[in-house]
C-alpha cells in the first residue's frame, strides 16, 4: 500500500449531505439509483449515481445523511451525470453499505 502524507488526504473534500430524492438510475448497465443530495448552503444541491439497490430502496434513503467526495468532476453515467461520489464500504458479497454520520449532524460539513 502506498503512503500519502496529511497534504494528500486534504485535497479530497468529503461533505455530509442529506438525500432529498433517490430515484431508480434509468438506463443504467447494473441497477443504480440517482440521488438528490443537499450539501448545505455553501456547496448545494448535487446530483450523484449509487449502486446501492442490494440494501437500499429509493424511499429508504430519503431524509438520510451520505458521505460524498464533492470535488471530483463530474462523471457521465449513461445520459446521467453524477456530480459527486457517494461513499461506501462492500458487505461480505461486494454490495455497497453506506457510510453515515451516527448522528445528525450539519449538512455541507467536511470531513476531518
Not at 9 to 28: C, H, M, N, W, Y
Not at 35 to 62: C, E, M, N, W
Amino acid at each position: 500500500m502506498n503512503q500519502i502524507v496529511y497534504a494528500d488526504f486534504e485535497k479530497v473534500d468529503i461533505r455530509v449531505g442529506t438525500v432529498r430524492s433517490a430515484q431508480p438510475l434509468e438506463g443504467a448497465r447494473r441497477p443504480a439509483l440517482r440521488l438528490d443530495i443537499d450539501f448545505g448552503p455553501q456547496i448545494g444541491r448535487k446530483t450523484s449515481s449509487a449502486q446501492l439497490t442490494a440494501h437500499y430502496g429509493p424511499h429508504s434513503l430519503v431524509g438520510r445523511q451520505v458521505a460524498a467526495v464533492v470535488n471530483f468532476p463530474p462523471r457521465q453515467i449513461g445520459k446521467f451525470m453524477s456530480e459527486v461520489l457517494t461513499l461506501g464500504f462492500p458487505d461480505a458479497e461486494g454490495a455497497v453499505v453506506l457510510i453515515v454520520p451516527d448522528r445528525p449532524v450539519p449538512d455541507g460539513g467536511k470531513l476531518f
